[in-house]
């Protein structure tokens, strides 16, 4: 089992940049595949990205591949998203996830409280 904790999120302008941070606990970090997904108002959740148990491998969302970034730190129990060139549609509560399975799966495990990220125009 793992617990997570997301921070970071806030207010930017379109075009800006905010790096959002989910802190894991518990044991094993290196044993999940971890994800982003986000949650606009009235709009059910999405998958973002996830990254490998090691880092090396990423898998994005159309929707944000060449702008979000995802890294890991498995010696701090941490994984990041970097979001550059936000857009107003990017505005959702963003949640880290976790799940044994591999970096293309869609069904995680456990969830974070989520971050919320507003992007204004």
């Known amino acids: 089992q793992v617990q997570l904790v997301e921070s970071g999120g806030g207010l930017v302008q379109a075009g800006g940049s905010l790096r959002l941070s989910c802190a894991a606990s518990?044991?094993?970090?290196?044993?999940?595949?971890m994800g982003w997904f986000r949650q606009a108002p009235g709009k059910e959740r999405e998958f973002v990205v996830s990254?490998?148990?090691?880092?090396?491998?990423?898998y994005y969302a159309d929707s944000v591949k060449g702008r979000f970034t995802i890294s890991r730190d498995n010696a701090k129990n941490t994984v990041y998203l970097q979001m550059n060139s936000l857009k107003p549609e990017d505005t959702a509560v963003y949640y880290c996830?976790?799940?044994?399975?591999?970096?293309?799966?869609?069904?995680?495990?456990?969830w974070g409280q989520g971050t919320q990220v507003t992007v204004s125009s």
């Open positions: 996830a976790a799940t044994l399975g591999g970096i293309a799966t869609r069904s995680y495990d456990y």
């Open positions: 518990g044991r094993t970090f290196t044993s999940y595949t």
């Open positions: 990254i490998s148990r090691s880092g090396v491998s990423t």
